[in-house]
């Protein structure tokens, strides 16, 4: 019985995993629904090296395959969030 090229053992479980493409996808889910949790919440962003902004994340897309965050009109990566807190009612 031959093994299948697309398949690889993971060192750490010795599990043979295959598909590897569609594991990456299961992970875009999981990063997707953790973006999706921030919605209503406010986010401290680091927009470049020097600048950080706040605001609260209004809606959460995809762009080639990977979850943006929209935050006062423009898009950021989950990736430069720093910090997550509960939005203030007042």
């Not at 093994?3 to 493409?21: D, Q, Y």
């Not at 299961?26 to 973006?35: E, K, L, P």
């Not at 209004?58 to 430069?80: M, N």
């Amino acid at each position: 019985m031959s093994r299948s090229s697309n398949s690889a053992v993971s060192p750490a479980t010795g599990v043979r995993v295959k598909n590897a493409p569609a594991t990456q996808g299961h992970f875009n889910v999981v990063y997707y629904n953790i973006a999706r949790s921030m919605i209503g919440r406010t986010v401290d962003l680091l927009v470049d090296a020097t600048t950080i902004t706040q605001g609260v994340v209004i809606g959460v897309f995809t762009e080639a395959g990977r979850p943006k965050l929209v935050v006062g009109g423009t898009k950021y990566d989950p990736s430069q969030v720093l910090a997550v807190t509960p939005t203030s009612l007042n």
